[in-house]
C-alpha cells in the first residue's frame, strides 16, 4: 500500500514546489529556526583586508566589489579573512597586524 501523507508543509515546499500558504509558513519557520541555532563566527574590520587586496591583486583575486563593500559595512567573518589571506599567499596576521589576535570571541567556554 502506497503512503498517502499530507502534500503541505515542508515538504511540499521543498521537493513538490507548493507555495500556498501553509508550505510558505512552514519553510519560514523552518530557515527561522536554522538561523537561530545556526554558528555565528566573530567579525573583525576589513578596511585593512580591502586595501591589501585592492594593492596586491591586479584582478582582485576573484573578490567583488560588490562583497568587498558589504565587508567594510558589516566587517568580515573571521574564517573569510583568514581564507582570502591565506589564497594570496600571506598570514592574516601580515594584514590586520595586533587587530587579528585581539578578536573578541562570543559564546566561548564559561
Not at 576573484?62 to 583568514?82: H, N, P, Q
Amino acid at each position: 500500500m502506497a503512503k498517502t501523507g499530507n502534500p503541505h508543509g515542508i515538504s511540499g515546499y521543498k521537493r513538490r514546489g507548493c507555495r500556498c500558504a501553509v508550505c510558505e509558513a512552514a519553510y519560514q519557520k523552518y530557515n527561522a529556526d536554522r538561523r537561530k541555532y545556526r554558528h555565528k563566527a566573530p567579525r573583525i574590520k576589513a578596511d585593512l583586508l580591502v586595501a591589501f587586496i585592492t594593492e596586491n591583486d591586479s584582478h582582485v583575486g576573484g573578490t567583488s566589489k560588490a562583497m568587498m563593500e558589504r565587508w567594510l559595512r558589516d566587517g568580515v567573518d573571521l574564517y573569510v579573512a583568514d581564507a582570502a589571506c591565506v589564497k594570496r599567499g600571506v598570514h592574516p596576521y601580515e594584514v590586520f597586524g595586533d587587530a587579528w589576535w585581539n578578536v573578541p570571541i562570543e559564546g566561548g567556554d564559561d
